[in-house]
Structures are given as structure tokens and as C-alpha cells.
């Protein structure tokens, strides 16, 4: 699979090799929501954009369900827990997630299981991120999820520019 384009289902084949996917990971319940609220700030955001395409995950190997070639890059924005206080963004490479983040996944696969098997299939060689936004220790799912103030927006926006401006 080295270097082959996976078929793409979106009918995106004219999209160019090393286009951008971030993508909030989490779900519609309480502090794990963070992922997929970013996601859908950053929508909004990006949208004048056409290198990256901004979508929501309910679980890290739902990836799989998008059409990526090789040299692809990959943004994971989630929740995270035990890091720092509420709304502190941390920035990963997958070799830097913390040993934690397995035992806390709700998502089937855990996040580091699946980006072993992106790198064992040879996709997103243009490089992977994760941005973690902490969520409140203890945050139920019936809890609301604690929303970004402004600085802690912008701190989310400028890391994604910089994301997006280094590939």
C-alpha cells in the first residue's frame, strides 16, 4: 500500500496529495463533546480553506472512513483528562501521547492502537498531530462540557494555523 492512493469515496479524486484532515474526536456527551466542538469552531474558521477538510469522529478508527493517500497530514483535536486544568490545549506527536490516554479511551480502539495501524498501513506521511483540550476531572457524560473562553480559542486557532502553515 506504500505510496498508493486509497479509493476515495467522496469523489474528491482531484484533491491533491497533502491535503490537510482534522478532525474532532468524541462524542455528544459532557466533557468528551470538547473534540467535536472545536471541530465545529474551526469549521467555521477554516472554511474559506482548501487544503484541509474539518470533520467530526466518534471513534478514532472512523478515520478509516475517509479517503487519505500517503502523504496526507492528520490533525486529532479530543478530550483529555489528568494533564493540567479545564480548557488547557496540549500538543502531541502520536509517540508523545500519554501513557493514560489508552486507559481512558471510550472509543472502541484506543487512540494510539489506531495510529499504529496508520503508520503499519503507510497513510498520513505528511505528519500527525493530536491537540488535547482538558476537560473537568470527574466531568460526567450528563454534565455540559466546559466551553474554550476567548484566549483559550485563539491558543486552539493559532495552533492549527500552525499546523496548517508548516506542512
Same mark, same amino acid.
Given at each position: 500500500?506504500?505510496g498508493a492512493?486509497l479509493?476515495r469515496q *467522496?469523489? =474528491?479524486?482531484?484533491?491533491p496529495?497533502?491535503h490537510?484532515? @482534522?478532525?474532532?474526536?468524541?462524542?455528544p456527551?459532557?466533557?468528551?463533546r470538547?473534540?467535536?466542538?472545536?471541530a465545529?469552531g @474551526? #469549521?467555521e474558521?477554516l472554511a474559506d #480553506?482548501? *487544503?484541509v477538510?474539518v470533520?467530526c469522529?466518534?471513534?478514532?478508527v472512523?478515520?478509516?472512513l475517509?479517503?487519505?493517500?500517503?502523504? $496526507?497530514?492528520?490533525?486529532?483535536?479530543d478530550?483529555? #483528562?489528568?494533564?493540567?486544568?479545564?480548557?488547557?490545549?496540549r500538543?502531541?506527536a502520536?509517540?508523545e501521547?500519554?501513557?493514560t =490516554?489508552?486507559?481512558l479511551?471510550?472509543h472502541?480502539?484506543d487512540?494510539?492502537?489506531? @495510529?499504529? @495501524?496508520v %503508520? =503499519?498501513?503507510? /497513510?498520513?506521511?505528511?505528519g /500527525?498531530?493530536?491537540?488535547g483540550?482538558e476537560?473537568?476531572a470527574?466531568?460526567?457524560?450528563?454534565?455540559?462540557p466546559?466551553?474554550?473562553?476567548?484566549?483559550q480559542?485563539? #491558543?486552539?486557532? %493559532?495552533?492549527?494555523?500552525?499546523?496548517? $502553515? =508548516?506542512g
Amino acid at each position: 500500500m506504500t505510496g498508493a492512493k486509497l479509493a476515495r469515496q *467522496d469523489g =474528491a479524486d482531484d484533491r491533491p496529495a497533502g491535503h490537510a484532515y @482534522l478532525f474532532g474526536l468524541g462524542s455528544p456527551h459532557g466533557g468528551d463533546r470538547l473534540g467535536w466542538l472545536a471541530a465545529d469552531g @474551526l #469549521r467555521e474558521a477554516l472554511a474559506d #480553506r482548501d *487544503d484541509v477538510s474539518v470533520d467530526c469522529l466518534a471513534q478514532p478508527v472512523d478515520l478509516f472512513l475517509h479517503a487519505v493517500t500517503a502523504s $496526507d497530514r492528520l490533525l486529532l483535536v479530543d478530550a483529555m #483528562r489528568g494533564q493540567g486544568s479545564p480548557g488547557t490545549l496540549r500538543v502531541f506527536a502520536p509517540g508523545e501521547l500519554p501513557e493514560t =490516554a489508552a486507559s481512558l479511551s471510550s472509543h472502541g480502539l484506543d487512540l494510539a492502537g489506531t @495510529l499504529a @495501524l496508520v %503508520e =503499519a498501513l503507510g /497513510i498520513f506521511r505528511g505528519g /500527525i498531530r493530536i491537540i488535547g483540550i482538558e476537560m473537568p476531572a470527574g466531568a460526567a457524560p450528563d454534565v455540559p462540557p466546559p466551553r474554550l473562553d476567548a484566549a483559550q480559542a485563539r #491558543r486552539l486557532h %493559532e495552533a492549527v494555523m500552525d499546523w496548517l $502553515d =508548516a506542512g
